[in-house]
């Protein structure tokens, strides 16, 4: 039996235990829309019985209770999905940024089409025969330099559509190097106040789902890995380097671009933009300088091998030796009866060389393939990669998706639940509110009729 | 909850997209992505299209230029048979007064000769072999000015066709052939020489026209080249049409059912999702 008192002792710890059970249900309702927020739920647990606690020993029939405490305020959350939440992320950012860049390659190529590469190529083989068949006009040679001309162009802005894009994905990757160093640095911060409380013997619960939040944003960029010391405090790893550092001064180390080349990471839009600058787009960039570089070697072989209208040998009909600088040369641009159409310096109707720039069309240039086939597959090459990515982002997305609802069924904040807890939680207050009423009127009772 | 069912209606709202823009573009391709392989084969049905388009412009113009041959040879057998005729009389009962009008007639005939041998088409001569800027034959001499080049034209993919009969195998260059017959024949006339005539310029005569008959015969046989080389690719430009349009072109039949579907699948998403994000506990609470 317990002092007379020890029971509004204990209908206060009920009272007290359930106000903050309900209070702990109002701020999950309060966060059911905040991005990264945990739910969080109140341990309650039997306080020891007094007996135990008081004397030390069992006395008279066995325990009886002394009330409810507040255990711990719990967050509900999986680390397992977190992190496969974070690794699918990453994947999702890489092929986010792939398909992006592949596809602004796609629309600087613009195939297949009337005005793109290929069209130009034919035009300028047909403008070729064209002049074969009819050597001696000048229209038709004109047509043949200014088409040339027009081919060239487009030459350049492919290259230099390819060309941009890499600068620009430099320019974009310094900023995501960035935004990674802004994400560690209050990731840093957040370590520090976390340690804080751990030491104050708190449970930071707030502060770990900011923390949360901001691995989060950063998977998106790479794969990182996060070791956790005894203090609660995160080091987070990115490409080699411990970007968040509890052990250092500031308590970050930040990334360089010269880090993502020394240890490349397996997934994310930094691994992604690396490949695109340094692979990619280089490969694409020399496939079309090859093309280039064959046509002009070959068209102006055979150029030099013919005689023009004049009857003089023939000049080089190109300029420059690849896609960046391929050009008419300006002497046949001002004046087309210099193209050597002819194969023999006294006979004004053979066409017989114009023929063979013309066949140049069916020769083998670049390894076993035609120009125009080199060029075919230059963009099924393109074709295959832009829908690979777009078929590994969809892949990623769904997955992401997934795991998103996974994490939300055990760390989300459901209403109905809520509610109903709220409702548990009311309902126990009011009862112990009542044990206290009935306790006051109990000792009044006493008191009154023992006076 | 919520979410999935945005993922599914965002879904479904891009696919009705991709629809739509086939749709409305009438291609099936509009990037090498969207099909690779069909990508790469439109670039080459455009390629074997382009160039079937430029050899029709080669067969054209090698039709054009053989008719010109043929009615210039024709012209060419006309006049020589004339000139056999004039020959044929020379040899009968008339006088040197006579011959010497006739010896007028075949140096007008020669002259006519010349310009048929003169012919162009478009600006070319088409007797000159390659040098087809100057005339190979001029007035005041009976010497070929051309050369003995070929003008071919390319008929299909790789098939030269040998379009040109030279002026020089045709009539002569004023040392052999008809122009030398017609000269000699014209000489013989003026000399009454009649012996001469039957026995070397009516010969002559007749093996030059057995030459441009040859002639006549070779180039109806290259025009029937042309033709079946115009309807074999007419015939090529037609399914290489149905292939683009196979391998490019929306199916607009299947879309059109594509679309139907795939709208109907969103309206019933938005309808879901309107009514599964309705209702909560709070309504059921007092």
Redesign the interface.
Known sequence: MGSTFGILQLALKSLQSQQAALETTGHNIANANSAGYTRQSVLLDATPSDDVAARGRLAGPGMYGSGVQVQAYQRIRDAFTDTQWRQQTARQGQYQSASDV??QI??G?N??SDSGL??Q???FF?AW??V???P??TAARQSLTEGAASMAAIFHDTRASLTDLATNLGTQQTGDINTINTIATQIAALNTSIKNATVAGLQPNDLLDSRDNLLDQLATYGDYTISTDSLGQDTVTLAGKNIVDPTVAGGTTPLAASDITASLPTTGKLRSTYDMINTTIPGYVSDLDTIAGALITSVNAVQTAGFDLNGTAGVAFFTGTDASNINVSAALLGNPDLVAA?S?A???????NA?AA??LR?QALIGSSTI?GS???F?????????NA?HQLANAQSLV?NL??RR?EVSGVS??EE??NM?QYQHAYSAAARVLSTMNTMLDDLINTVA | MSEITLADINNTRQQLETVQEQLASGSRISKPSDDPYGASMLLQIGDSSTRADESGRALTDAEGWLSQTDSSVQSLIDLTNRAKELGQQALGAVDATDRANMAQEVDQLIESVKGDANQTWGDRYIFAGTNTSKPPYVSTDDLYHGDTGNVTREIGKGVQLNINITGQSLIGDGTSGLLKTLRDLSADLKANNVNNIETNDLPGLTTGLNTLLSAESTVGALQNRVQIAQTRLSSLQLSLQQAKSDTGDADYAQLAVTFNSRSASLQAALQAAANINQSTLMDYLK
């Open positions: 592949l596809s796609e629309s190529v195939e297949p290929s069209t190529l034919d035009s047909n025969q064209d074969s068949i009819d001696e006009n002819s023999s006294t006979a004004a109707g053979n066409g017989d023929l013309a066949d069916d125009s060029y075919q597959s963009i099924s090459d393109l074709g295959v990669q832009s829908q777009q998706q998103s609802a939300q209403l109905d509610m109903t409702l």
